[in-house]
Antibody, heavy 123, light 113 residues
Framework: QLQLQESGPGLVKPSETLSLTCSLSGGSITSSTYYWGWIRQPPGKGLEWIGSIYYSGRTYYNSSLKSRVTISVDTSKNQLSLKLSSVTTADTAVYYC???????????????WGQGTLVTVSS | DIVMTQSPDSLAVSLGERATIHCKSSQSLLHSSNKKNHLAWYQQKPGQPPQLLIYWASTRESGVPDRFRGSGSGTDFTLTISSLQAEDVAVYYCQQYYSTLNSFGQGTTLEIK
């Protein structure tokens, strides 16, 4: 049974960098069937895709966040990470780690989501 | 970027009645390579992460009750719950994966009337 566990600071100061890790158990981040993504949800609002990656390191980012986002994988630790720089209060959200189905370079729907972690940006 | 627009924003339906949610994309999601519509539906219950309900616009994920049906093609899609149950109270999102730059609809809140 796949488990995705997000972890990281729950409070980040404005202008600093938000850093989160997603640890996979029950599956391999190097799987050729899946890719990995981060999605966030501000309190009481909808879902916003942040970006996606597959194990070769190829990344795709939301246009509105691209200049501030870095997503990477650590295959030795079976982990996915997210870094979001220069945060503001608008970045306060629950951040979800997700697994997506893929076929080669074709990326499809997200079939598994972590429980999410709330990150608050505040001084 | 592809923009996804859902309607209505909220919906109240009586138990046992039909609920219908619409999703419109700013460009066609029908991919010429596989002749499939690259659209998924998710259900999010309070305090929980979203769960995949339907993909390829009309394929139910394993374990999803058959009262959930996805339909549509091109730019217009519909999620229908044929007979609303109390456990279906949730926010429903559509998502396009036609582009590698994913995007979601704003969500539709479904409540019991």
């Amino acid at each position: 049974q796949l488990q995705l566990q997000e972890s990281g600071p729950g409070l980040v100061k404005p202008s600093e960098t938000l850093s989160l890790t997603c640890s996979l158990s029950g599956g391999s981040i190097t799987s050729s069937t899946y890719y990995w993504g981060w999605i966030r949800q501000p309190p009481g609002k909808g879902l916003e895709w942040i970006g996606s990656i597959y194990y070769s390191g190829r990344t795709y980012y939301n246009s509105s966040l691209k200049s501030r986002v870095t997503i990477s994988v650590d295959t030795s630790k079976n982990q996915l990470s997210l870094k979001l720089s220069s945060v503001t209060t608008a970045d306060t959200a629950v951040y979800y780690c997700t697994r997506g189905r893929r076929d080669g370079y074709n990326l499809y729907y997200f079939d598994y989501w972590g429980q999410g972690t709330l990150v608050t940006v505040s001084s | 970027d592809i923009v996804m627009t859902q309607s209505p924003d909220s919906l109240a339906v009586s138990l046992g009645e039909r609920a219908t949610i619409h999703c419109k994309s700013s460009q066609s999601l029908l991919h010429s390579s596989n002749k499939k519509n690259h659209l998924a539906w998710y259900q999010q219950k309070p305090g929980q992460p979203p769960q995949l309900l339907i993909y390829w616009a009309s394929t139910r994920e394993s374990g999803v009750p058959d009262r959930f049906r996805g339909s549509g093609s091109g730019t217009d899609f519909t999620l229908t719950i044929s007979s609303l149950q109390a456990e279906d109270v949730a926010v429903y999102y559509c998502q396009q994966y036609y582009s590698t730059l994913n995007s979601f609809g704003q969500g539709t809140t479904l409540e019991i009337k």
